[in-house]
Structure formats: C-alpha cells, structure tokens
C-alpha cells in the first residue's frame, strides 16, 4: 500500500512540476509554435534559476491572460530597437532565425531599462505579436513568469522539444 501511494506520489509531483499543458493561442510564434500547438511547461526550473536569453517562456499578464513568449532582456539590462535591430546594452544582440530583427519598435524605440526582476520577452513573430514593446504587456516581472517551455506534444507530428 506505501508503494502505490508513492508511485502516485511520484507521478503527481513529475507532471504537476514537468507536465502543466498550456495551448498556444493565436500566431505571435510562429514559425516556431503555432496556433493551437499544446506544449509542456517545467514549473520547477525558474524556482531553482533564473530565465535565460532566448528561453522560450509561460507568463500570467496584468490582465490576467497567459502568453508565451521569448526572453530577450535580462534583468538590470537596457532593451533598445533601432534600425530594425535589438540592442542590448548598446551591442546589438546576435541571434539566429531572424530573432534579432525587428520591424517595429513599440515602447523599445527609446532605451528601455529593465529593474532587478523584470524581463523583456518578445514573441518570434515580431510582426504580429502583443509583447514587451507595448504598454498593455511592458516589462515582465520574474514572479509573472509560470514556467520554462520545454517540448511540444501536440499536433503529434510536430512532436519536438523547445529550447533556445
């Protein structure tokens, strides 16, 4: 009997922590992660860290909406796009797959500088995505932030993992 309430134990903590299903709405990701794409969030691996450049994330907005998006500013940094470029720090950022471009500015025309806990994500569709460039998302504080992306299960035929 303590066996079996171990195992169920076991497999509650694995997928309440690794396996928290979140469905990606609308085409702020693409080509990356589509419309309606269901994937695993890690729960657990930003209470032990801290999120790194270009992970891909699952956070709570002010309104109360949850989106994923890319990390692209780190805390204490200063976010700036010109010239169709991030910059960071005044270096612009090198990136692949064009996550480095960016055709509109929003709120990133003038420097924007990040506070101890807050992140600047962007979605890797630039063009049509509702991210750290506008007022009604802005900087995104780190306990907003629910969790890591880390592999895509559904449509099965996309089945893959995420990583920066």
């Known amino acids: 009997m303590v066996d079996i309430i171990l195992v169920i134990a076991c497999a509650w903590f ?49 309104d109360g909406r949850v989106n994923v998006k890319r990390v692209i500013g780190l805390p204490g940094e200063t976010v700036q796009i010109y010239g169709g470029y991030v910059f960071i720090d005044g270096e612009r950022l090198k990136a692949d797959n064009g996550l480095d471009e960016v055709s509109l500015a929003g709120l990133a025309e003038t420097p924007v500088t990040l506070g101890e806990d807050e992140y600047f994500l962007l979605g890797d569709n630039r063009d049509s995505s509702e991210d ?3 007022i009604n998302v802005g ?26």
């Open 14 to 62: 694995t997928v309440y922590t690794f396996g928290t299903e979140v469905t990606v709405a609308g085409s702020s990701m693409s080509p990356y992660m589509e419309n309606e794409d269901v994937v695993l969030m890690n729960r657990l691996s930003y209470e032990l860290s801290s999120p790194d450049r270009f992970d891909v994330v699952v956070f709570r907005r002010e």
């Open 139 to 164: 900087n995104v504080k780190k306990d907003q932030i629910l969790g890591k992306v880390w592999i895509r299960i559904l449509p099965v035929r996309r089945f893959s993992l995420i990583g920066p």
């Open 132 to 134: 750290s460039r506008f």
